[in-house]
């Protein structure tokens, strides 16, 4: 016997599941009701209801006045617990993941797109090598080549008495000093294997509900989006791909650098033993390099299909044969060597010389491709004509540069004492004189910037004086009042710098290149710091170069120590780290697809999450679902949406809020969400209606027109504040929200109501069985 059902004319089942933006938020404050339960999900992401909605597709009445509102929380993907500090380490990585994601859109260009990807991933790749040739510098150069070298300084530090040359101990010789502090980079490398392999296990995962795509990603004949194909959102091959490639390659770092100088001392000490095993570990050392590179260049992402497989083989071997060539090549230097001495420097300033002439020719040859695929498919809204991917790269490089260089700076002055690093003055000779110059050009590159900020700064005061009319005439009857137009103006011009960061983020990029390649030449004409390079020159090149110099350094070793005053109070303070939080948001939506030790895409397990309850939902009820996400859980919603099936996607609705879906998406990952695959996803989804307000700086509108039996999805700009003066119903003023809280807005539930209306009707919902017997219970004493 079929289960009774409620009156056809009841509405039946109705959903809105609602998505928070950036920086998080509760499931109380979403929901706007103090009593909520957890329906499903875990610690880390969840959906939640009202308590007294716990049960509603039990209780068929409740969705007689409204849908049923569901709130997806997944702050603690980015802010979660106190490890989420540790990604601060991180973030040149994350930098360059989203390089890969910002490539111009490329029809029929499968070998450009093919060699974008595979030289985004080796400007990953040297990140990686100088983040573990900086460690290798602080721990082997500074400490035990230089310092514990040297009797001064090793006699001031007594936790080195035990490595000093003055000692004449077992570990005073310097092949063991160095095998030793190899044990530091060894143990940083390991660590961002760990928490790699972790955040894989948790995020990458997470498979998508399967849709009816074949194999390769296709709908009958139409080609999905990319955010729409099966494996998008499932990147776990080449995740763990890459993280056993990136960490032979930190391994191998290491390797050259211990084994390295043992080498070259028994070539110069005619050990003929010695210098044969110093030319094999050579040898090994460039066939691992030579894998590496192969391994990383390769194979990219699997979207079309989900691809469960792993290469476990190489997975494991890669990793495992480059830490055992690390342990010979610290067993080989730690060979007793007697008349060896440590003088001057390892050959740090060579190696950090060969990474960023590397890091600029790989930005420029990736500059070069981007420009190609910009010009086949060209569009006005596209950033920097299509260097938004080569411009964030150079950015990622210069990061890495600045913490490199600030961790080697400040250890250096530490271990230096009252001496400036390299001038001879100290106990040692100092970091790499390519640092040295790198800093001395942070200052220059900050007065060159002012030059934009002043410009933009005037640009905003005269646009808002500009707005105060236009301001006014919205508000038409109202009282004018110069203040309150004024604070209005001021935020509109405000909002609209958002506009403007391409500019500005090109003219740093640009900067960066050009000062580094300055730094760069210096360093190698000159081989010593600016301070002396312009020693004797007209006295005011030289008194600025002695300041750039020292300013700079100052500066760089600030910016460390601001990092690691941020992470340590990330770790103990929640808020504090829901701030950085923010920052997580908006770098990892993207999956891990250039560098596997950024931090995890956390839409790896969103998207699916909110697919799945969208999916099982509506199958379930036959009911209707809008799915509402404000800011970044626009994104999320829109990227959920493609993931739907069709038969999903017709009884869903979407409802964008503050959403720079167009705005920042759209302009800076333009292959994504560029005007075609927004007007792709206005095609497939049912319906879908956007707001937005000129207050908003990271909101906008989708520019998305009416085609066919759809509408325009852009509802007109919202009114903020909603009222300019004080009236019966606003007896105070309205403040004036910009990016926040739209569903303060009567327009916002007005264009949810019709959104739901817009959908097909919904089934019936079936009652439960006990309120049926006890009606047919009733039925049965009444015509006794």
């Not at 001021?490 to 710098?497: F, G, M």
């Not at 509802?715 to 009222?723: F, G």
Request: glycine share 10%; proline share 8%; hydrophobic share 45%.
């Amino acid at each position: 016997m079929h289960p009774a059902t409620t009156e056809p004319a009841g509405p039946g089942a109705a959903l809105e599941l609602l998505v928070h933006g950036v920086g998080g938020t509760t499931p109380e404050e979403m929901l706007d009701d103090p009593r909520t339960v957890r329906v499903t999900g875990d610690n880390t992401a969840a959906i939640f209801r009202r308590t007294v909605d716990k049960d509603a597709e039990k209780e068929p009445e409740r969705f007689r006045h409204g849908p049923v509102p569901e709130a997806y929380c997944w702050c603690n993907l980015t802010s979660g617990n106190g490890s989420r500090a540790l990604w601060l380490l991180l973030l040149p990585f994350m930098v360059v993941n989203l390089a890969h994601w910002m490539r111009p859109p490329a029809e029929g260009r499968a070998a450009a797109v093919r060699l974008y990807g595979v030289l985004v991933r080796l400007v990953a790749l040297s990140l990686t090598v100088l983040l573990t040739a900086a460690a290798c510098e602080v721990a082997l150069d500074l400490t035990a080549w230089q310092c514990a070298g040297s009797a001064r300084c090793a006699d001031e530090r007594p936790w080195l008495g035990f490595l000093s040359v003055t000692n004449g101990g077992w570990w005073s010789q310097p092949g063991r000093r160095l095998a030793l502090a190899a044990l530091v980079p060894a143990a940083l490398v390991g660590l961002l294997w760990y928490l790699s392999n972790r955040t894989w296990s948790a995020y990458e995962a997470q498979r998508p509900p399967r849709g009816e795509q074949d194999g390769d990603g296709t709908t009958g004949r139409q080609q999905r989006p990319a955010l729409g194909r099966p494996g998008f959102w499932y990147g776990r091959r080449l995740v763990a791909r890459l993280r056993a490639a990136h960490t032979a390659a930190g391994f191998l770092t290491i390797a050259a650098a211990v084994g390295g100088a043992a080498a070259r001392h028994d070539r110069s000490a005619g050990s003929t033993t010695r210098e044969l095993l110093g030319w094999a570990l050579e040898g090994a050392l460039l066939l691992g390099a030579v894998v590496v590179a192969w391994v990383v260049c390769r194979r990219g992402r699997s979207e079309k299909r989900l691809d469960n497989r792993l290469d476990r083989a190489l997975v494991g071997w890669l990793p495992g044969s480059s830490l055992a060539l690390l342990a010979f090549a610290m067993g080989y230097a730690a060979w007793s060597r007697p008349g060896w001495r440590s003088a001057h420097t390892l050959p740090g300033d060579t190696a950090f010389s060969v990474i960023t002439l590397a890091q600029g020719v790989l930005v420029l040859a990736l500059a070069s491709v981007a420009l190609h695929l910009h010009r086949r498919a060209p569009h006005t809204r596209t950033v920097l004509y299509g260097l938004g991917g080569p411009t964030v790269a150079m950015l990622a490089c210069a990061l890495g540069g600045v913490m490199s260089g600030g961790v080697a700076q400040r250890v250096a002055d530490w271990l230096d004492g009252p001496a400036t690093p390299g001038t001879g003055q100290g106990p040692i000779v100092g970091p790499p004189v390519l640092l040295s110059w790198q800093a001395s050009v942070i200052p220059v590159l900050l007065l060159v910037l002012l030059i934009p900020a002043l410009f933009l700064a005037v640009r905003t005061a005269l646009t808002a004086r500009r707005l105060g009319p236009v301001v006014e005439a919205e508000y038409e009857g109202e009282k004018p009042d110069p203040v309150r137009t004024r604070r209005i103006a001021a935020v509109r011009a405000r909002a609209a710098l958002t506009d403007s960061a391409p500019g500005l983020v090109g003219i740093l990029s640009g900067a960066t290149l050009l000062f580094g390649a300055v730094a760069l030449a210096g360093s190698r004409a000159s081989g010593t710091v600016p301070g002396k390079a312009f020693a004797g020159t007209h006295p005011l090149v030289e008194s600025v170069a002695e300041a750039a110099q020292a300013v700079g350094s100052w500066l760089i070793g600030f910016g460390f120590i601001l990092f690691v005053t941020w992470g340590r109070r990330a770790y103990r303070d929640a808020s504090a780290r829901r701030t950085i939080g923010i920052l997580w948001d908006v770098g990892t939506f993207w999956p891990r697809a250039a560098h596997p030790f950024a931090p995890p895409c956390y839409a790896e397990r969103a998207v699916p999450d909110l697919a799945w309850r969208m999916s099982s939902w509506t199958g379930r009820t036959g009911g209707r679902l809008v799915i509402s996400g404000h800011s970044q859980g626009s994104v999320l919603a829109a990227a959920a949406v493609w993931q739907l099936p069709a038969a999903t996607r017709r009884r869903v609705a979407l409802l964008t809020h503050g959403s720079p879906l167009e705005r920042l998406y759209g302009r800076w990952f333009p292959a994504y969400f560029g005007p075609a695959p927004l007007a792709a996803l206005h095609r497939e989804v049912h319906c879908w209606r956007n707001l937005w307000r000129r207050t908003d700086p990271i909101g906008g509108p989708v520019n998305l027109p009416a085609e066919g039996d759809k509408p325009e999805v852009d509802h007109k700009a919202l009114r903020d504040p909603v009222v300019y003066g004080r009236t019966p119903e606003h007896p105070l003023p309205e403040p004036v929200l910009g990016h926040g809280d739209y569903r303060a807005d009567p327009v916002f539930a007005r264009e949810r109501t019709i959104l739901l209306d817009r959908l097909p009707p919904a089934l019936p919902l079936p009652v439960p069985q006990q309120r049926t017997d006890e009606a047919q219970g009733m039925s049965g004493r009444s015509s006794g």
